[in-house]
């Protein structure tokens, strides 16, 4: 009993003293995340004592593995995410001494198959991009390597332009969305890879997840303004990523339509584009009674002023969250409540 209570109040001590050793906050994560956490962060150091946050684009897996790595100075106090935190990144934490975390849901975001404005206009089935990206597709009723060149070659009304499209790497929150939302959903439309969910999950998922390695596809970093610029230099190649950078960059290049449906503000909102996915961040609670200015700056990322229908977060294209959830948004914070996964 004395051992434990002495290892409680040690850590305790370790926590409390990077209040000491820290005046900054330190956030960690996606990259789809970052422009809306850095306005925040400018705001809330313009309108507050606290100096505003250090924040570092790592992508959502590799903020996960820096978050739940311990307590104290040398450990981020928030991590950003672009997809929900999985059971594995749950039990790094836990094993790390992260035992109290909180689950904040800002708003959703669209992802979205851009190209440069001087490229052509294209619309493409979720079908079509698994084609055009897989390692293996089924041809004629079998499963091959993928033979797919050129778009045209795929459908002969598509662009006859060597497929080439820049995606982020595993790591990224974006990578995990896009396969979820866009792979899985074109891999499903083939009735014998369909059937492996049934009888095999793990090629299932292998055949769906797996993008080519033969130059169509080419992971590109957590750098999406590099993506841009890829893309100026070679109008036939395209780039994947979040809503709210082809927003920030609609004057270079432009959002393909996905099932008729092209990416915009409105039709993400009223779900009719439907490769959208909630976007978060996680608060380390157990430092926040030990670095200034948490708490205050949780309540300013979740302010009307913010994350509101005209808040200014959604000029720079975040997508507000309906209004029941925005309600229990407020509830979350307002007690900084642990997140079910943690209390188990």
């Known amino acids: 009993m004395f051992k434990k209570s002495l290892l409680t109040a040690t850590a305790i001590f370790l ?11 330190s956030i960690v994560g996606s990259s789809t995340v970052y422009p809306f956490a ?18 570092e684009s790592t992508g959502s897996g590799g903020g996960f593995k820096l978050f739940c790595a311990g307590l104290g100075v040398e450990h981020p106090d ?9 059971a594995k990144e749950v039990k790094l ?37 698994f084609q055009a990206l897989a390692k293996d597709v089924e041809v004629d009723g079998k499963l091959v390597a993928n033979p797919y060149k050129a778009w045209s070659d795929i459908d002969a009304s598509l662009p006859a332009e060597k497929i080439e499209v820049l995606g982020p790497p595993p790591s990224s929150g974006t990578r995990d969305a896009f396969v979820e939302l866009v792979m899985h959903e074109g891999c499903a439309e083939f009735e014998s890879i369909a059937s492996l969910k049934k009888t095999d999950k793990s090629k299932f998922k292998a ?4 993008m ?46 996905i099932e008729g449906t092209i990416p915009t503000f409105d039709n993400i909102a009223d779900g009719s584009y439907q490769v959208s996915r909630p976007l978060f961040f996680y ?18 990322f979740v302010s009307d002023d913010a ?26 914070v307002a007690s900084l409540k642990v997140m079910d996964a943690f209390t188990k």
């Open 15 to 25: 926590v409390t003293g990077v209040a000491q050793a820290r005046e900054t906050i």
């Open 38 to 55: 850095t306005v925040v962060a400018e705001v809330f150091g313009n309108k507050t004592s606290f100096t505003a946050p250090k924040i």
């Open 78 to 86: 928030f991590t950003n995410a672009s997809r929900a935190i999985k």
């Open 93 to 129: 934490c836990q094993e790390n001494g992260v035992t109290e975390v909180t689950e904040v849901k800002i708003g959703y975001d669209g992802i979205v198959f851009a190209n440069s404005k001087q490229g052509d206009v294209v619309d493409l089935t979720r079908k079509q991009i």
């Open 207 to 210: 055949v769906c997840n797996t």
């Open 212 to 257: 080519r390695e033969d130059g169509g596809f080419v992971e590109a970093g957590e750098n999406d303004n590099l993506i841009v610029q890829k893309l100026n230099a070679n109008p036939a190649a395209f780039g994947i990523f979040g809503f709210s950078f082809l927003e920030a960059n609609s004057d270079k290049i432009q959002g393909a339509k």
């Open 283 to 300: 608060v380390k609670n157990q430092h926040v009674d030990t670095i200034p200015g948490m708490q205050e700056y949780v309540n300013e």
């Open 307 to 332: 994350v509101g229908e005209e808040g200014y977060l959604a000029d720079i294209g975040l997508i507000p969250a309906p209004e029941d959830e925005f309600e229990q948004l407020q509830e979350t």
